[in-house]
């Protein structure tokens, strides 16, 4: 069983950055994808960006890839999320998953089993 624990979000203005802990218990080795989606007010959920333990490789949502970094500490089984240059868009509710894969199915496509409860991104304008 793996519990994900989000922390980091908070009120900011545009503009401004954050960064946003992932922090996994149980058992993650090196065939874990883990991944950073959000859901807005009224919207559905989206991905944001995806990693695997394996090897580190990133996977980015097309507007996040500019301005997000996801990055991992497995010595911690700790996942990021990095965010600059925040807009009022970027509001939302932040969710860590995690899942089983391979290096090729680790996307935001895959079906994630493990998530957390969320830490909520207020940008201000």
């Known amino acids: 069983q793996v519990q994900l624990v989000e922390s980091g979000g908070r009120s900011v203005q545009a503009g401004g950055s954050l960064r946003l802990s992932c922090a996994a218990s149980?058992?993650?080795?090196?065939?874990?994808?883990m991944a950073w989606f959000r859901q807005a007010p009224g919207k559905e959920r989206e991905g944001v960006a995806a990693i695997y333990t394996g090897d580190g490789y990133p996977y980015y949502a097309s507007f996040a890839q500019d301005r997000f970094t996801i990055s991992l500490d497995s010595t911690k089984n700790t996942v990021y999320l990095e965010m600059s240059s925040l807009i009022p868009d970027d509001t939302a509710r932040y969710y860590c998953?995690?899942?089983?894969?391979?290096?090729?199915?680790?996307?935001?496509?895959?079906?994630?089993?493990?998530w957390g409860e969320g830490t909520q991104v207020t940008v201000s304008s």
């Open positions: 998953a995690a899942d089983r894969a391979n290096a090729g199915t680790c996307t935001l496509s895959l079906g994630f089993t493990y």
């Open positions: 149980g058992y993650i080795g090196r065939r874990e994808c």
